[in-house]
C-alpha cells in the first residue's frame, strides 16, 4: 500500500523559513516523480514544484529562487525547503506522486503552512 506522509509545516513570520518533508511508503518512490501542491483557502490546488528522476526540478514562477525540492532515495523522501516566505504562500501543502509506468497519481494527507506576523 501506498502512502505519503507530509510533516513540518507550521506557522512562520514573513521573511522566514521552513522545510517540509514528505516520507513515502511502498515501492513507487525510486521510480516516481514527486511533486509539491498548495491549496489556499478559497482557490484551487496549484503546481509548486516537481523533481523528476534524472531532470532538473521544476518550480512555479512565483517560488523559483525563494524554494528548493530535493529527494533523497535512500530515504523514500521528498523535501521542500522554503524560505523568504510571504504570506501569500499561506496554504496546506500536499505532496504528490505519479508514476508513470501505471499513469497513477498519489496524494499525501496535507501539511498547513501559515506566514504570519
Known amino acids: 500500500q501506498v502512502q505519503l506522509v507530509e510533516s513540518g509545516g507550521g506557522l512562520v513570520q514573513p521573511g522566514g523559513s521552513l522545510r517540509l518533508s514528505c516520507a513515502v511508503s511502498?515501492?513507487?518512490?525510486?521510480?516516481?516523480?514527486m511533486g509539491w501542491f498548495r491549496q489556499a483557502p478559497g482557490k484551487e490546488r496549484e503546481f509548486v514544484a516537481q523533481?523528476?528522476?534524472?531532470?532538473?526540478?521544476n518550480y512555479k514562477d512565483s517560488v523559483k529562487d525563494r524554494f528548493t525540492i530535493s529527494r533523497d532515495n535512500a530515504k523514500n523522501t521528498v523535501y521542500l525547503q522554503m524560505s523568504s516566505l510571504k504570506v501569500e504562500d499561506t496554504a496546506v501543502y500536499y505532496c504528490?506522486?505519479?508514476?508513470?509506468?501505471?499513469?497513477?497519481?498519489?496524494w499525501g494527507q496535507g501539511t498547513q503552512v501559515t506566514v504570519s506576523s
Open positions: 504528490h506522486a505519479f508514476l508513470p509506468t501505471s499513469q497513477r497519481h498519489y
Open positions: 511502498g515501492s513507487i518512490f525510486s521510480t516516481s516523480a
Open positions: 523533481i523528476s528522476i534524472g531532470s532538473s526540478p
